[in-house]
């Protein structure tokens, strides 16, 4: 079992930065590939990021904007958000899967935190 704890979310205005951390306990992040997704009012959860063992993946959306990384000694993944927009608003979610090739679909992952709210002002 994994236990993943989000932080770092918040309310900021448009064009703001903003990281958020993943903190695993249970086992090792380096035995799965790792992700955000996040999900809007009324809307699906959708792929935002991801670290798999033949590199990073971000969707068409948050590319160049937002950079994900690992720290295998302190067992948390984090994202760094660059260039906020409103539409960036929604609950992220840190998820961990044993399957690189599945980790951008919501079937793909194994463990999912509870989420941290960011909220992003026009």
């Known amino acids: 079992q994994v236990q993943l704890v989000e932080s770092g979310g918040g309310l900021v205005q448009a064009g703001d930065s903003l990281r958020l951390s993943c903190a695993a306990s249970?086992?090792?992040?380096?035995?799965?590939?790792m992700a955000w997704f996040r999900q809007a009012p009324g809307k699906e959860r959708e792929f935002v990021a991801a670290?798999?063992?033949?590199?990073?993946r971000y969707a068409d959306s948050v590319k160049g904007r937002f950079t994900m990384s690992r720290d295998s000694a302190k067992n948390t993944v984090s994202l760094q958000m660059n260039s906020l927009k409103p539409e960036d608003t929604a609950v992220y979610y840190c998820?961990?899967?044993?399957?690189?090739?599945?980790?951008?679909?919501?079937?793909?992952?194994?463990?999912w935190g509870k989420g941290t709210l960011v909220t992003v002002s026009s």
């Open positions: 998820a961990a899967g044993a399957r690189g090739g599945l980790i951008a679909a919501t079937y793909g992952i194994d463990y």
């Open positions: 249970g086992r090792t992040l380096s035995s799965y590939a």
């Open positions: 670290i798999t063992w033949s590199g990073n």
